[in-house]
């Protein structure tokens, strides 16, 4: 599977560092992985859906780089989701950060909240990406983990209903940067990071 990943994205997974993750982080990650083991061991399908609080930038990170993941290290039967508690826009550095990273995406409407095609292999099926709440009718109604991406969410939902499992993986809003020059960076930055944290969680999973 590895071989027909764009080879831009196939070059970015090779320069990630998993040795680079604390082992305290490393311990909130492995929940997932005993989640994702679990469901692999008994042949279920694997659904996940990455929570924050607007669905604009760091769950769409997690849902696509989890997606892409399982493909890379050829882990059936996964299907990543996102959502929020309330329903905004992918914001649109998120688009520009994973396009500069090898994604191909495509607008596939142009409304207040855009719908995207994201591809990160020729022959994979096509991530659709937009803002919805993390209960809309696109996304699992059960046996789902969720995974809340932002301590506001987290808090923000204290019961997630439908999931096997709510596990909290929360990352620094890359937001706090826009209209700064720091901003490209900060966005490359972050979407590195979970890159790197969902390869440590899929490679765990050989």
Partial sequence: MKETLFQDITNTINLLDISLISEERKNTLNHLVEYISTKLKTDDAIRLNFICTHNSRRSHLSQIWAQTMAGFYNIKNVSTYSGGTEATAMFPKVKET?????????????????????????????????????NNAFNPATEFAA?????????????VF?????????????????????????Y??????????????????H
């Fill in 98 to 134: 994973l396009s500069s990273q090898g994604f191909k995406i495509i607008a596939l409407s142009d409304e207040e909240n855009p719908v995207y095609s994201v591809k990160f292999a020729d022959n994979e099926p096509t991530i659709i990406a937009f803002s919805k709440t993390y």
């Fill in 147 to 159: 995974i809340l991406t932002c301590s506001s969410a987290d808090k923000g939902c204290p019961i």
């Fill in 162 to 186: 439908g999931c096997d499992k709510r596990i909290a993986i929360t990352y620094e809003d890359p937001k706090k940067s826009d209209g700064t020059p720091e901003q490209t960076n900060t």
């Fill in 188 to 205: 490359k930055e972050r979407s590195l990071q979970i890159a790197t944290e969902m390869k440590y969680v899929f490679s765990s999973l």
